[in-house]
């Protein structure tokens, strides 16, 4: 059997090596780990960023049409009060045909509004769908908690005692002769 202070020893490196070990694989696990994070905020921000631009094209592209609409609508206006001014009509025909204008350049506006909205909400859910998967995709990383020295020095300290305990002999009663003594005082 060997020397149980030079287990001892080894036992106690080895513990402190394994300690070391455990303590460098977490420190790279959670770096990794903040690195993929730090790349994923990255791009749930862009992500985000492109949705709202895109949102901002909508905007733009609803009130290009919207002025579109509006000059349409003044152009017929136009010719309605030239030809009727022409012809010496006015009065209700005039107010019916305007209003009629008014009329198609409102339904008009109002299909491009709820166009834009139906745009916008499908924009919003679909925000708020790419922020829970990348919120999911960050839960999901793996975090390993440091390791502690505590726990190797007594499992360390356990091996180390049952070598002790192991290796030294046993007690044995002092005898007085070939006569075994029962009694602690002395007397047979």
Excluded at 3 to 30: E, F, L, S, T
Aim: glycine residues 6%; charged residues 25%; neutral net charge.
């Amino acid at each position: 059997m060997c020397n149980p202070y030079a287990y001892a020893a080894i036992r106690i490196g080895q513990a402190y090596m394994q300690y070391q070990d455990d303590k460098a694989y977490a420190n790279q696990v959670n770096a990794n780990t903040d690195a993929t994070g730090k790349r994923i905020r990255n791009e749930a921000i862009y992500k985000d960023i492109s949705l709202q631009r895109k949102k901002d094209v909508e905007y733009d592209k609803t009130a290009a049409e919207k002025f579109k609409i509006a000059i349409e609508a003044k152009e017929k206006k136009g010719k309605v009060k030239v030809q009727l001014f022409e012809s010496n009509l006015g009065g209700n025909l005039f107010t019916y045909l305007t209003g009629d204008i008014d009329r198609q350049e409102g339904r008009a506006f109002e299909v491009q509004d709820i166009n834009y909205e139906n745009v916008t909400r499908t924009i919003e859910e679909d925000r708020l769908a790419w922020n829970r998967q990348f919120t999911n995709q960050i839960f999901a990383l793996p975090r390993v908690a440091k390791p502690n020295f505590t726990n190797y020095a007594l499992s360390a300290a356990g091996d180390i005692t049952s070598v002790f305990l192991a290796s030294s002999a046993p007690s044995t009663p002092n005898s007085g002769g070939n006569s075994i003594n029962f009694n602690p005082d002395g007397s047979t």
